[in-house]
């Protein structure tokens, strides 16, 4: 992770571009991208979604 001269963090692929960050789909807290947390795909109607979590906990809370 990296912050940028903007003081926005961001995560810094091999290639040197900068990504963002996931964020928890539930609670916002930003998710470790290099490591596995639980995802749902989501179809709202008109577009397609896949919504991050930072734990089961996250995710459950999300589903009710």
């Known amino acids: 992770m990296a912050m940028d001269g903007n003081g926005e963090v961001g995560y810094r692929s091999s290639g040197g571009t900068k990504t963002t960050p996931e964020a928890c789909s539930n609670c916002g807290k930003c998710i470790e991208i290099d490591e596995w947390h639980p995802v749902i795909a989501d ?15 996250c995710r459950d809370a999300w589903e009710q």
């Open 43 to 57: 179809d709202d109607g008109g577009a397609f979604h896949i919504r991050a979590f930072c734990g089961k906990t």
